[in-house]
């Protein structure tokens, strides 16, 4: 069980560059994506500093090395599923802090030296988001997060309903 | 299974198999070195045969699927093929994904087993080629025009998709004096028609360019020299 967390916790790390490219899309994104609740936005200048931007893409290559599981991505359809635009810097802020507690800082001794600057990187964007809430029901986004976390955890695999198409991360 | 064990299991099967009888043929026809050499988002699947045990009569099988999904799918057109290598650009298109591919071999009725690419990300892993640029003289200056390459997508018109589609592209325009024999950045922006003046009459210049991704802090390569006699 043990390596299987470890796996699925790689796996997770390896899908950060990903969840990075969200992060812009919703930073570039004007209208649609930004809330009104101006806390739950990042300016897009925080991920235009190639140096940052190339050290997580190697990090997220190096984990991805370490991580031979390709059948579970923990970024992808389902973590979105039900969840608006406008919502998602909030889905995204969850999903970020549980990988920096649960994942990155336990790890932080590994796969150096890219760990030691985006570890620090995301924690500013983490403390960035910390006045970010969402004023109505909150509810679906727990659901999908724990499912996520749960995942992380217990090294459950994710069903099968991946096979749809999850390319809209991209195209978004 | 962390790296370890599967280096102890590596080991093992090794000596194992290696010491009683000379390496099986599935485990030395096995493709190497199978990777995705990408530029323009023209993503193409590369490999080397195995080693020596293979013989000349191999094919090759080659999957992909996108980081993710459980099942890998066949690509029709690579399918008991000879050739090192396959065109993924269809099947990698959104280009922010993540994709893995993998290939194994046939030889004489025996199978390898499968050897797969490491996580590719046509977006950030893509090489840029050079600009295409067009020079004309106009009076007493040089009319540079630029474009980005072309993707292999087409938009709803059916136009080409340029790769500044895709990411913030600046390009570079650089001047060499063909008395001076010296390179000088004439221009640095995002424009893709660009003016160089102040030339002096009767002398050679030659303009090259590139382009820069400054998201990525990358650079194309140069592209070809266009050289202009001034009147």
């Not at chain 2, 990408?38 to 013989?55: E, K």
Request: hydrophobic residues 40%.
């Amino acid at each position: 069980m043990a390596t299987l967390q470890k796996s699925v916790s790689f796996s997770l790390l390896g899908t950060l560059a990903a969840s990075c490219l969200l992060l812009v899309a919703l930073a570039v994104q004007e209208g649609a994506a930004v809330p009104i609740r101006s806390h739950c936005k990042l300016d897009k200048s925080n991920f235009q500093q190639p140096y940052i931007t190339n050290l997580t893409f190697m990090l997220a290559k190096e984990a991805s090395l370490a991580d031979n599981n390709t059948d579970v991505r923990l970024i992808g359809e389902k973590l979105f599923r039900g969840v608006n635009m406008r919502e998602r810097c909030y889905l995204m802020k969850q999903v970020l802090n549980f990988t920096l507690e649960e994942v990155l800082l336990p790890q932080s001794d590994r796969f150096q030296p890219y760990m030691q600057e985006v570890v620090p990187f995301l924690a500013r964007l983490s403390n960035k988001l910390s006045q970010c809430h969402i004023e109505n029901d909150d509810q679906h986004i727990h659901r999908n997060v724990q499912n996520l976390k749960d995942t992380v955890k217990k090294g459950t695999i994710l069903s099968a309903g991946f096979m749809d198409d999850m390319s809209f991360i991209a195209r978004e | 299974m962390t790296p370890k064990h599967c280096f102890l299991g590596f080991l093992l099967s090794f000596f194992l198999t290696g010491v009683v009888e000379a390496q099986p043929a599935h485990v030395c026809l096995k493709p190497q070195r199978v990777h995705f050499q990408s530029r323009n988002f023209h993503n193409i699947l590369h490999w080397q045969p195995g080693r020596a045990c293979a013989g000349n009569s191999s094919v090759y099988f080659v999957q992909y699927k996108m980081y993710g999904q459980t099942q890998w799918r066949k690509k029709e057109d690579c399918w008991g093929i000879q050739q090192f290598f396959c065109d993924l650009t269809n099947e990698t298109s959104e280009v922010q994904e993540a994709y893995y591919g993998r290939v194994r071999t046939a030889s004489a009725e025996i199978h390898s087993g499968w050897t797969m690419t490491q996580r590719f990300v046509p977006w950030w892993e893509t090489k840029i080629d050079p600009p295409v640029m067009n020079v004309t003289r106009v009076h007493g200056s040089l009319l540079v025009i630029l474009g980005a390459p072309n993707t292999p997508y087409r938009n709803q018109k059916g136009k080409n998709v340029s790769m500044e589609n895709y990411y913030e592209l600046v390009y570079r325009v650089f001047v060499i004096n063909n008395s001076l024999e010296k390179e000088q950045k004439v221009y640095e922006g995002a424009h893709r028609v660009v003016k160089i003046e102040a030339l002096t009459p009767h002398t050679g210049y030659c303009v090259v360019a590139e382009i820069y991704q400054p998201l990525l802090d990358r650079s194309s390569q140069k592209s070809e020299e266009r050289c202009v006699e001034m009147p």
